[in-house]
């Protein structure tokens, strides 16, 4: 299965934007990138996932580079809630949804 | 709705005790899967179910068993608790099993074995 290599931690200032790169230089051509994030004491929360095109929602974007060997996820505006583990996984095309966790990057956000 | 619920939300076992953490979903979800999150780590995959009837084993399936009798619940059993099952437990639900789907997650169990 392909790996993702995320920063074990990063910080941020209030209302910046943050970007949160993920390598993942062995995915086939059928794995699909999510993004969780996981705030202090809850559980995982899904933030975006996409294939091959740049994807936007309300929570963030997701750019992907065209070789697909990484990725990164965009916080526009970075709050005080955006405090969390992010995480970075691949799913692969064609088989079922298990989520193989690595230990993501922690975000700080300053105020 | 409710999402995904889960039940207790904290639980004290002493060794060799068996027990079930229970898992609901109101959102007719087809996949339900359960995770274990030790402390500082990541999430690891224990067993999923695409459907009722149907379970799989995930990365940590020893010492858990599963049964899905019905789309809305996915108990999680411990037949015979140790130490090292001490964690906090999550359970999961999607759509579909399909590997584009959103998963849902709930609160957590936190589970100590003495």
């Known amino acids: 299965d392909a790996k993702t290599t995320q920063p074990n931690s990063m910080e941020s200032n209030e209302e910046e934007p943050v970007h949160l790169p993920c390598n993942h230089s062995t995915i086939s051509g059928t794995d699909y990138i999510h993004w969780y994030r996981q705030l202090p004491s809850q559980g995982p929360e899904y933030v975006i996932h996409g294939l091959t095109s740049n994807v936007n929602n309300r929570m963030a974007s997701l750019a992907i580079a065209e070789d697909r060997k990484s990725s990164t996820l965009i916080l526009h505006r970075a709050t005080l809630r955006d405090a969390a583990v992010y995480y970075c996984?691949?799913?692969?095309?064609?088989?079922?949804?298990?989520?193989?966790f690595g230990t993501g990057t922690l975000l700080a956000v300053q105020p | 709705n409710a999402g995904v619920t889960q039940t207790p939300k904290f639980q004290v076992l002493k060794t060799g005790q068996s027990m079930t953490l229970q898992c609901a979903q109101d959102m007719n979800h087809e996949y339900m899967s359960w995770y274990r999150q030790d402390p500082g780590m990541g999430l690891r995959l224990i067993h999923y179910s695409v459907g009722a009837g149907i379970t799989d084993q995930g990365e940590v399936p020893n010492g858990y068993n599963v049964s899905r009798s019905t789309t809305e619940d996915f108990p999680l059993r411990l037949l015979s608790a140790a130490p090292s099952q001490t964690s906090v437990y999550f359970c999961?639900?999607?759509?579909?099993?399909?590997?584009?789907?959103?998963?849902?997650f709930g609160p957590g169990t936190r589970l100590t074995v003495l």
């Open positions: 999961a639900s999607s759509k579909t099993g399909g590997p584009y789907n959103e998963q849902f």
């Open positions: 996984i691949l799913t692969k095309g064609g088989a079922t949804n298990k989520l193989i």
